[in-house]
């Protein structure tokens, strides 16, 4: 998560519960494991030749410009001059400053274009690009390989490959990002903000140290059609993580569409609304959350959620619904949740676990449990 360390250091005591379970399943041992091609096909094929290639104002940016081992300065200045841009067809060494993205910028990477990052990652905004206080971006088949091996020392749980912070109507299509120190992909505000209009189309999103991705404050979040495998080595370690830092943030139609999330550390999906509990009335947050289409495979949990676990005497309001899901291979029950009652609504419809024992565990599990249904 990229809020400051006092928020960090808050949310942990609150959300106390779901951390230990994180650190129970580091603590056991992880494995990462190949995701088949099959797999990968289905989700991640970046389009070389869709018309986002042929405007006619395309900055070219040749190769030849990159010289010697950090290359952070020249790429930074056409991004900083031009609007539409191809970037070279190589790989791209960016240092700890990363890469920041203003407003009204299109950014095509080609089929062998790579950032790395070279780091290290120290504390907040240690982000590889950075769409900070921006509208209208779009970025187009990213390569990003985060400083998670690299030998320097590093230190906190930021480092987002691509960080979308109090930005509007931004689009990510077909990322590929593996071994960030921190998520693959963050989506939210630092000061009680949020983002809006922001759609993730396709990719993949492997290996992150944190969260697959992080979705702390937002408005029209649209997550789809992405495969995000191996999540582990921070909590919460998981495929995609809806969890507010604290009660300014907001959650209004977040929308997760046919995603696969695969052998991840905690949990293919997972809803932690701790942060918007509040003892002012004034500050109390309704969510509405739709998850259609999720397939887990063989992570701790298909789904899980934490909720009002807190002494606040207002916990969110609003409805999560998960319909037409597929857990497949967990390797504890299929859905996990905290057993403190809470006013949100979650409604379950179509949920299909490939273990007889764990479909009826999980149906058992939610069995007249105020504000949770399950429907056929």
């Known amino acids: 998560m990229m809020y400051k360390d006092f928020f960090h250091l808050f949310f942990l005591k609150i959300s106390l519960g779901f951390i230990l379970l994180s650190c129970e399943g580091i603590a056991q041992g992880f494995s990462?494991?190949?995701?088949?091609?099959?797999?990968?096909?289905?989700?991640?094929?970046?389009?070389?030749?869709?018309?986002?290639?042929?405007?006619?104002?395309l900055y070219i940016v040749r190769p030849e410009i990159l010289k010697g081992d950090d290359h952070t300065m020249t790429i930074q200045k056409v991004i900083d001059t031009y609007t539409n841009i191809l970037l070279p067809n190589a790989t791209i060494l960016i240092n700890k400053n990363g890469l920041k993205i203003g407003s009204g910028k299109k950014i095509l990477f080609q089929k062998n274009?790579?950032?790395?990052?070279?780091?290290?990652?120290?504390?907040s905004y240690s982000d590889v690009v950075k769409i900070y206080e921006a509208h209208d971006v779009e970025v187009i088949n990213p390569i990003i390989v985060g400083s998670r091996n690299s030998k320097l020392e590093q230190s906190g749980q930021w480092s987002a490959g691509i960080s979308v912070l109090n930005s509007k109507n931004i689009k990510i299509v077909n990322p590929k990002i593996?071994?960030?120190y921190g998520d693959g992909i963050f989506i939210g505000s630092e000061n009680g903000g949020f983002?809006?209009?922001?759609?993730?189309?396709?990719?993949?999103i492997d290996v992150a140290r944190r969260n697959g991705i992080s979705i702390t404050s937002g408005k029209n979040?649209?997550?789809?059609?992405?495969?995000?495998?191996?999540?582990?080595g921070h909590d919460p370690e998981s495929g995609i993580d809806i969890e507010p830092s604290w009660d300014k943030d907001t959650l209004e139609n977040i929308m997760i569409n046919n995603v696969c999330t695969y052998n991840n550390g905690a949990a293919g999906i997972s809803v932690n609304l701790n942060g918007l509990s509040t003892n002012d009335i004034k500050n109390a947050k309704s969510t509405n959350i739709f998850i259609d289409?999720?397939?887990?495979i063989g992570s701790r949990h298909g789904f899980l959620t934490s909720l009002n676990v807190t002494q606040d005497r207002f916990d969110a309001t609003g409805n999560i619904i998960i319909r037409n899901a597929n857990w497949k291979s967990s390797r504890?029950?299929?859905?996990?949740?905290?057993?403190?009652?809470?006013?949100?609504?979650?409604t379950f419809s179509g949920i299909n676990i490939d273990n007889v024992q764990k479909q009826q565990d999980f149906e058992r599990s939610i069995k007249k449990i105020q504000n949770i249904k399950l429907t056929h």
């Open 32 to 57: 990462t494991k190949a995701v088949s091609q099959q797999v990968v096909k289905k989700y991640y094929s970046p389009d070389y030749n869709s018309s986002y290639y042929t405007k006619d104002n």
């Open 113 to 123: 274009t790579k950032i790395k990052f070279l780091g290290p990652a120290n504390g």
């Open 178 to 180: 593996t071994d960030t």
């Open 195 to 204: 983002s809006e209009n922001v759609t993730v189309n396709g990719g993949w």
């Open 221 to 232: 979040i649209k997550v789809q059609n992405i495969l995000i495998s191996n999540t582990f």
């Open 293 to 296: 289409g999720h397939t887990d």
């Open 332 to 346: 504890d029950v299929a859905y996990w949740k905290t057993p403190q009652t809470h006013r949100v609504n979650i």
